[in-house]
Nanobody, 125 residues
Framework: QVQLVESGGGLVEAGGSLRLSCAAS????????MGWFRQTPGKEREFVAR????????YYADSVKGRFTISRDNAKNTVYLQMMSLKPEETAVYYC??????????????????WGQGTQVTVSS
């Protein structure tokens, strides 16, 4: 079972940037695809981005394309989410998640087997 710990959340003004990190332990990190999701109270968890086990393939939600970048350092067992030009409506708890294979083609949270505890991102207007 892979354990995930997110960090890097915080308060930022609209238009600002943040970089989230997700450290993994307990598995062979490079064999698993990783994803970032976000959730606000009363809403379903929303897909943000995913990256293949090798790091060569990525996919983004349309709403963040061109502003967010997902990357990973398999030597450090860490995946990152660089977020730029943040908007107030992107205030949410951001979660990283690990899949049980090197690549997934779905944006559904059900394809991911382990989740971090989440990190709060607040974007002020």
């Amino acid at each position: 079972q892979v354990q995930l710990v997110e960090s890097g959340g915080g308060l930022v003004e609209a238009g600002g940037s943040l970089r989230l990190s997700c450290a993994a332990s307990g598995g062979t990190f490079s064999t698993y695809a990783m994803g970032w999701f976000r959730q606000t109270p009363g809403k379903e968890r929303e897909f943000v981005a995913r990256i293949s086990g090798s790091g060569r393939s990525t996919y983004y939600a349309d709403s963040v394309k061109g502003r967010f970048t997902i990357s990973r350092d398999n030597a450090k067992n860490t995946v990152y989410l660089q977020m730029m030009s943040l908007k107030p409506e992107e205030t949410a708890v951001y979660y990283c998640a690990v899949a049980d294979r090197s690549w997934v083609t779905s944006t559904s949270p059900s394809r991911y087997t382990s989740w971090g505890q989440g990190t709060q991102v607040t974007v002020s207007s």
